[in-house]
Nanobody, 120 residues
Framework: QPQLVESGGGLVQPGGSLRLSCAAS????????IAWFRQAPGKEREGVSC????????NYADSVKGRFTISRGNAKNTVYLQMNSLQPEDTAVYYC?????????????WGKGTLVTVSS
């Protein structure tokens, strides 16, 4: 059964870093675009970053550009989101999802999320 599991969330001080992981099982990530979304309390879910199916392109929300990096792991069915210079406004539940492309219109599978809290 296809499954995505996020990990790596936690409490971090402003200016700190975290690396989130997304591990896929029951299918291979090679055939999908892979995205990270987040949902802050009281706000709508937003796309944060996406890695194209070919792996040749990435995109980022303006709010995280230059601070976050999406990448595939050496373990082929894992994707990471490296988050640097974290700010309180980055506090949210972070989800990974896969779909046919980085338009993020229709995602096929979702993880259950991992909570990131940025606070002093």
């Amino acid at each position: 059964q296809p499954q995505l599991v996020e990990s790596g969330g936690g409490l971090v001080q402003p200016g700190g870093s975290l690396r989130l992981s997304c591990a896929a099982s029951g299918f291979t990530l090679d055939y999908y675009a892979i995205a990270w979304f987040r949902q802050a309390p009281g706000k709508e879910r937003e796309g944060v970053s996406c890695l194209s199916r070919s792996g040749g392109s990435t995109n980022y929300a303006d709010s995280v550009k230059g601070r976050f990096t999406i990448s595939r792991g050496n373990a082929k069915n894992t994707v990471y989101l490296q988050m640097n210079s974290l700010q309180p406004e980055d506090t949210a539940v972070y989800y990974c999802a896969v779909g046919p492309d980085c338009t993020l219109i229709s995602m096929d599978y979702w993880g259950k999320g991992t909570l990131v809290t940025v606070s002093s």
